[in-house]
């Protein structure tokens, strides 16, 4: 197969959306939608979301430095439109969305969506145009019908937009 050389830009697809939630220091909830996150480390296990600085949600990471990335299956792709396309500025955005406190992290837990990953953010690099937040994962919420005899998700199970 012949080899084209394309755009330079963020190559790594496909990927599962998600939607990341944070509080920032008065209580006040909000949820947007990252186009950058993944693993990186199992040992201790974490992950790294990438947020531009100038989105709303940027300064309630850095005062209140927790997060919790919620996998978006298909059943939530409204909600995943909507929190992509309006900004906390202007709405309370989580008005609209089913959610509960955290078990461990002081943020909202988007409880629709299938598996939700609460995470302490522990560091964090900018690298061009966002920040890299790395967060160490403290507990996983997963709906009872995804997860195995192990007690493990089974990400087959979950449609993903």
Do not use: W
């Not at 998600?18 to 974490?46: F, I």
């Amino acid at each position: 197969m012949e080899k084209k050389k394309v755009e330079i830009k963020a190559a790594v697809e496909p990927k599962s959306k998600v939607l990341v939630s944070v509080r920032d220091k008065d209580g006040k909830d909000n949820a947007l939608v990252v186009a950058y996150c993944c693993n990186c480390s199992y040992a201790p296990p974490m992950v790294m979301v990438g947020i531009v600085p100038s989105r709303y949600s940027y300064h309630m990471v850095k005062e209140n430095p927790c997060f919790v990335v919620n996998l978006v299956s298909k059943d939530q792709k409204e909600i995943y439109k909507y929190l992509g396309s309006v900004s906390g500025r202007d709405e309370d955005k989580l008005a609209k969305i089913n959610t509960k406190d955290g078990d461990v992290v002081n943020a909202a837990i988007l409880t629709d969506c299938p598996v939700n990953i609460e995470c302490t953010v522990v560091d964090s690099i900018m690298t061009g145009s966002h920040e890299m937040f790395i967060g160490k994962i403290e507990c996983v919420h997963a709906d009872s019908d995804i997860i195995n005899e192990k007690g493990e998700i089974d990400y087959s199970k979950i449609d993903f937009i």
